[in-house]
């Protein structure tokens, strides 16, 4: 098997991974880099440029996985793009969505080359969708040679998979993004078992152990002891949230809070590509039962369309729960918008629940969290900080310690790590290679051909 990493800058980047097994090229996920602009954005195509992808794997539906899909389509309009079935609701409004902030980007920063595809580009990659059910294998032929595709669950967010490859007698893996603890929304990860030959291993949390933190429940019982100490000072809360799975969580959660009389009923402030998605995630409760998502519950919840008029530093107008993306706090979102307005008011809260990326504004204010003042550069606003700010560990991905175990029973001959910054691959390296001193462990180079 050879295998190359087309995510150009490494982290958790524009994911997507080129394999050669046998006969056949497969392309697992092809996203776009979430802070890198225009063409930098890209996975670097250069290796599979002049030549045919047999099989297409698509494994959810976030844009460091999607994002660059249609180009790819464009160039392979004959592949299968297989992929579970919530994602032939989910993807084509992702790139959508994608297309007109490409189009914005491009008036506000200049930047030429966006936006990087277009809509007929995401109509002929969604005529690629191939949807194959979870646990149930496909058999692929090339030639003499042939190639069996098994999906498995995966968690982390409405339609994620796991990718099995089975070629021969070798059993390939490629985790995806995964969370094996259940969500509000979804159920938690079921993988393949060992023994497998190579394990591509995600790493997002490598960095982060949770041995001595609190369980995934707790740290929701936790949010919604303080987003009531919020409303009932009189405050308003903002949650910043991905609109694309934590959104409808968090709708569940508070939902549920309010159903057992822990949250005081209070306007809920909501729009944009999120609000599209509650739907979609209702039509796949309907259509497959994979999420857990009714779009009846909205109606009791007086959700309201947020007005986005507001001014930095005044407070906002309207009290209540604003539950606004995008999960980091990026410059010109809701999200970044709604804090300027929140900040500077003491009866006000900040309720981070995923990861920020130290970079991002969200990972900022993190950290400036205990100074006086914090500057919100987009808007040339300097805020006082005096609303309260707290992070809660809602995350989408596994702890390092059940990917370890994960892996320490895969036997793999080969690990290679994926989807994860230096240090969090380092985490890994170390660990697997202690535990596991008869595999191999590989953080690949981009661009370099592994041969496995
Ligand atoms: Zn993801
Ligand atoms: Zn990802």
């Known amino acids: 098997m050879k295998l190359t990493d087309l995510n150009r800058h490494g982290e958790i980047g524009a994911n997507s991974m080129f394999v050669q097994l046998g006969d056949f090229n497969i392309l697992i996920d092809s996203g776009l880099h979430p802070k890198k602009l225009g063409y930098d954005a890209l996975p670097d195509f250069e290796p599979i440029e002049n030549l045919h992808l047999d099989l297409i794997v698509l494994t959810h539906c976030h844009l460091d996985h999607l994002g660059s899909m249609p180009i790819v389509t464009a160039h392979n309009p004959k592949t299968p793009v297989i992929t579970a079935a919530p994602n032939v609701t989910l993807a084509p409004r992702m790139l959508r969505n994608s297309i007109n902030v490409m189009k914005r980007q491009r008036e506000e920063h200049g930047i030429a080359e966006y936006p990087l595809f277009l809509h007929r580009d995401v109509a002929q990659f969604t005529k690629q969708l191939t949807i194959q059910r979870y646990g149930r294998g496909e058999i692929y032929t090339k030639g003499k040679d042939k190639v069996e595709v098994v999906l498995h669950c995966s968690g982390h967010v409405a339609g994620a998979a796991a990718v099995e490859l089975i070629h021969q007698d070798r059993r390939v893996v490629f985790s995806g993004d995964v969370l094996f603890d259940a969500q509000r929304t979804l159920p938690g990860a079921e993988l393949p078992t060992g023994p497998v030959d190579t394990l591509v291993l995600e790493t997002t949390r490598g960095a982060q152990g949770r041995e001595l933190k ?21 405050g308003s809360c903002l949650i910043p949230v991905f609109a694309l799975g934590r959104m409808q969580e ?3 959660i508070i939902y549920e809070a309010r159903q057992s009389g822990r949250l005081p009923q209070s306007p809920i402030h909501a729009a944009g590509l999120g609000m599209a998605i509650c739907e979609y995630f209702d039509k796949i409760r309907k259509q497959t039962q994979l999420v857990d998502f009714d779009i009846k519950m909205l109606e009791t919840m007086d959700v309201r369309n947020i007005d986005l008029n507001m001014r930095p530093g005044r407070d906002l107008p309207r009290k209540g729960i ?15 918008k709604v804090a300027a307005s929140l900040l500077p008011h003491p009866n006000n809260g900040l309720c981070f629940v995923g990861y920020c990326d130290p970079d991002s504004p969200g990972g900022q204010l993190l950290a400036a969290r205990d100074e006086a003042t914090f500057f919100f550069d987009a808007l040339d606003y300097n805020a ?12 989408g991905h596994a702890d390092r310690s059940e990917l370890l175990a994960y892996a320490e029973q895969s036997v793999a001959r080969a690990i290679v790590l994926t989807h994860g910054d230096q240090n969090a691959r380092d985490w890994f390296s ?10 191999t462990i590989v953080d690949p180079e981009p661009l370099t051909e592994y041969h496995i």
Do not use: C, K, W
């Open 322 to 336: 604003y539950l606004v993306s995008s999960g980091m706090m990026v410059e010109h979102t809701p999200s970044y």
């Open 214 to 234: 609190n369980s995934r429940n707790e740290e929701i019982e936790r949010l919604i002891d303080q987003i009531a100490a919020i409303l009932e000072r009189g």
């Open 384 to 395: 006082p900080i005096r609303a309260s700010i707290d992070q809660f560990d809602l995350s």
């Open 430 to 439: 170390q660990e697997l290679t202690a535990r596991m001193p008869e595999s």
């Open 250 to 252: 968090l709708f569940r």
